[in-house]
T-cell receptor, first 113, second 111 residues
Framework: GAGVSQTPSNKVTEKGKYVELRCDPI?????LYWYRQSLGQGPEFLIY????????DSGLPNDRFFAVRPEGSVSTLKIQRTERGDSAVYLC???????????FGSGTRLTVV | GESVGLHLPTLSVQEGDNSIINCAYS??????FIWYKQESGKGPQFIID?????DKRQGQRVTVLLNKTVKHLSLQIAATQPGDSAVYFC??????????FGTGTSLTVIP
């Protein structure tokens, strides 16, 4: 597609539930990133994929968070046993390489109630 | 972790004036920097980048200045327009895949 697409745009879930957030990167972009942005803050790195493999998952806050990219294109960020502190905008980005930075999607606003 | 901070959290300017947004970074090993613009409800959008072997780079109406001695970046926007109203982030990279973002400066353009 023309840009990075994220679905859903908004997600409200109850504490303790499981959620999946989807990212469709720009076609041909091999690198895919997930960031989390809390209100009034800059994005914080979660995980980076190069192709199908998670090349760097050092930003995942704990083992409730997991992400996959099975075919090297679409990625899903999965959060188990959601907590109110997980409420944030989850941003996905893709790129061909480091030069020029990333192209971000519009994010999924997750609210845990 | 890294520390990328902005001196002014909010900035208001008159339409047509020039804007200057500042950013301090802490890691002297950072070799690549990007300024992003984020409008409400959207993801950050690339504005301009600069490598550490440069001290100035110009784009259309925007200029980025890098002072490695004091680890300081600035973004200058010429003839600021209402459409420039947004939150601006600087982001630094140390050669890997992560960018470290600052807190952001909210720019408001007064018509």
């Amino acid at each position: 597609g023309a840009g990075v697409s994220q679905t859903p745009s908004n997600k409200v879930t109850e504490k303790g539930k499981y959620v999946e957030l989807r990212c469709d990167p720009i076609s041909g972009h091999t690198a895919l990133y997930w960031y989390r942005q809390s209100l009034g803050q800059g994005p914080e790195f979660l995980i980076y994929f190069q192709g199908t493999g998670a090349a760097d998952d050092s930003g995942l806050p704990n083992d409730r968070f997991f992400a996959v990219r099975p075919e090297g294109s679409v990625s899903t960020l999965k959060i188990q046993r959601t907590e109110r502190g997980d409420s944030a905008v989850y941003l996905c980005a893709s790129s061909l390489n480091r030069q020029g930075g990333y192209t971000f999607g519009s994010g999924t606003r997750l609210t845990v109630v | 972790g890294e520390s990328v901070g902005l001196h002014l959290p909010t900035l208001s300017v008159q339409e047509g004036d020039n804007s200057i947004i500042n950013c301090a970074y802490s890691n002297s090993a950072s070799d690549y920097f990007i300024w992003y613009k984020q409008e409400s409800g959207k993801g950050p959008q690339f504005i301009i980048d600069i490598r550490s072997n440069m001290d100035k780079r110009q784009g259309q109406r925007v200029t980025v200045l890098l002072n490695k001695t004091v680890k300081h970046l600035s973004l200058q926007i010429a003839a600021t327009q209402p459409g420039d109203s947004a939150v601006y982030f600087c982001a630094e990279n140390i050669g890997g895949n992560q960018f470290y973002f600052g807190t952001g400066t909210s720019l408001t353009v007064i018509p």
